[in-house]
């Protein structure tokens, strides 16, 4: 891919974005394409070609701030692209952002928020970035399966074995983010006879029939989806499970682990979406929309009407308002992604 013509760094750019309505969304535009340049014109020479030690030292140097202050933060609004950007620049980047978003989900020190926090930067990393080829995907999906499959089988013989988020949580985290995976790039997960035998190999279904019954705890319209893809491709059979999680109440929670009765999960995706007109010339080039079949959830599955419902355009009886699309985001993208999870405090009408 080349970045360089992707970013618009020959001058040739579509057409000078307006401002963003919203103050503080237009102040934080501006910043964010200084950094963006900024980012761009330390990692390349005047030849344009990568300048692979400054990438590093300026990547490592993103990566502590981002270990201090982004991941912490719940539901950041846009700044996270900046490690999506750069990482663009060389797979070796992509490699070493997964491994630490690994670690941290895997180490059992960090605190469960936080691994919670690292698989939702996983999952949607890995399903927004169209600099990830598919190999890798495979090889993070068999790591999170993997993993999965083990918390099952140990979970048998602990005391704890219902389907309550407080003792569970990191599992229906990573439980969700394979089934957003999935549901996101199955057109090319299964677009091979390999590729289908891999997906034969994950079991699928035994996480699906697991006591635990994760898909009870993950975001109605994912479930959907990825029944109706899983059911058409004969890897794995929801529909009862769907069928008898709708007429049981969700458990409740009050000691903060996000557990309410309508979005078990937060609905939060960290590279869902870019709305910002001036520095979305240097993302939306890079940035994967939703492009498959997408199954509404009804208003039986979901009563919430919070913010971090699905932004909607065009379905019947949606009361969500469409965000305004910057002028980059309509000429990459042709129609309006329905697969938007990603909150942005006071950017919704922008």
Not at 305 to 320: A, N
Request: hydrophobic share 40%; net charge negative.
């Amino acid at each position: 891919m080349d970045v360089t013509s992707l970013m618009g760094h020959d001058d040739t750019r579509v057409s000078a974005p307006k401002p963003m309505t919203h103050k503080e969304a237009d102040r934080l535009d501006v910043m964010l394409e200084i950094v963006f340049r900024y980012t761009y014109d330390v990692c390349h020479n005047r030849n344009g070609e990568l300048a692979w030690e400054a990438t590093k030292k300026l990547y490592r140097e993103l990566l502590v701030v981002f270990d201090r202050l982004i991941l912490p933060t719940h539901a950041s609004c846009h700044v996270q692209f900046l490690l999506f950007y750069i990482t663009s620049f060389h797979e070796a980047l992509v490699e070493g952002f997964l491994d630490y978003l690994w670690k941290k989900l895997q180490d059992p020190n960090t605190q469960v928020v936080f691994r919670q926090a690292a698989v939702a930067y996983i999952a949607s990393f890995l399903a927004r970035a169209k600099h990830i080829n598919i190999s890798t995907v495979r090889v993070c999906l068999d790591l999170m399966v993997a993993w999965a499959h083990k918390y099952i089988s140990e979970a048998i013989y602990a005391l704890s074995t219902h389907n309550d988020m407080s003792h569970h949580a990191t599992f229906y985290s990573v439980c969700q983010a394979i089934f957003y995976i999935i549901t996101f790039r199955h057109k090319e997960l299964l677009g091979t006879k390999e590729g289908f035998k891999h997906c034969q190999r994950l079991n699928l279904q035994t996480i699906v029939t697991a006591r635990l019954n994760p898909l009870r705890m993950c975001l109605p319209i994912i479930a959907k989806t990825f029944a109706s893809i899983t059911r058409m491709h004969q890897l794995a059979f929801c529909d009862t499970i769907l069928e008898r999680n709708k007429r049981t109440m969700f458990p409740t929670s009050t000691d903060g682990a996000g557990v309410s009765a309508n979005n078990p999960l937060d609905a939060f995706f960290p590279f869902d979406p870019f709305l910002l007109n001036r520095s979305g010339s240097y993302v939306v080039p890079l940035y994967r929309e939703y492009d498959g079949v997408l199954v509404q959830a009804t208003q039986d599955d979901s009563n919430s009407e919070d913010d971090d419902d699905l932004y909607t355009e065009g379905v019947s009886g949606s009361h969500h308002k469409t965000p305004e699309m910057s002028p980059y985001t309509k000429a990459f993208s042709p129609a309006m992604d329905l697969f938007m999870y990603g909150t942005s405090p006071g950017f919704k009408n922008i």
